[in-house]
């Protein structure tokens, strides 16, 4: 009977174990955007993932390693499904685009991305080596990705001649003025309609702006 009920336990340690580095990030995640990069201590962390100080260690070398780990649980799968939707993708190159910056504003909005961006606006200027990464692992790989889908459209005719470059910048600006918004004046002014409405009309305005034949705006 002893060894049929260590055989039952077994597993439960072993999931509880696994599940150990999520539940750090979860937490790390959640603390980071509560109290900045700077003020966040792994302490706090390992009290709210339920572990010691000592367990952090086990998976992330410093709180540098636990950041980046707890960003790339964000983005990464953002980025994987942006790039899968550009490769899949069957009907025009204008609905690829419109496709592609929903996904992201539905990232944004209703995940933790936009806690995520207002963590970076506030804390890179004084980490230079965290604004490297994120633009290194995740702004410059997006960006790659509307540059060759804008000059996709070009080839084919469907976008006006432009620098990709700079547009595929500018098409994502309204997201960030949304997170600013968002974060910065939404609770002491409110915001005007709301930002999804703010988003659409956006939207329409550069679909007119990339198309070579323009788009009617909705009524």
Not at 66 to 88: C, D, G, Y
Not at 93 to 115: F, K, P, Q, V, Y
Not at 154 to 159: A, H, P, S, Y
Request: aromatic share 8%; with cysteine.
């Amino acid at each position: 009977m002893v060894v049929e009920t260590q055989d039952k336990r077994a597993p439960r340690w072993r999931r509880r174990k696994e599940a150990r580095p999520a539940e750090i990030l979860t937490a790390a995640l959640e603390i980071f955007g509560e109290r900045g990069y700077e003020s966040t201590r792994l302490v706090d962390v390992a009290r709210r993932a339920g572990c010691t100080k000592g367990t952090i260690f086990l998976y992330y070398e410093n709180k540098t390693e636990l950041f980046k780990a707890a960003v790339r649980e964000v983005m990464l799968p953002l980025v994987l499904e942006t790039e899968k939707l550009a490769e899949t993708h069957r009907g025009t190159t204008l609905e690829l685009i419109e496709a592609l910056l929903r996904l992201r504003w539905d990232h944004m909005m209703r995940n933790r991305l936009s806690g995520l961006v207002k963590l970076m606006l506030a804390e890179t200027r004084s980490y230079p080596e965290l604004a490297r990464f994120y633009n290194d692992e995740f702004i410059a790989r997006n960006q790659s990705l509307l540059q060759r889908v804008l000059q996709q459209g070009i080839d084919r005719g469907e976008f006006r001649p432009m620098n990709v470059v700079q547009v595929a910048r500018f098409v994502v600006a309204p997201m960030m003025f949304a997170t600013v918004w968002r974060h910065a004046f939404e609770h002491a002014v409110g915001t005007p309609g709301t930002l999804e409405d703010y988003f659409e009309s956006a939207l329409v305005v550069m679909l007119a702006g990339l198309s070579a034949g323009g788009v009617t705006a909705p009524a």
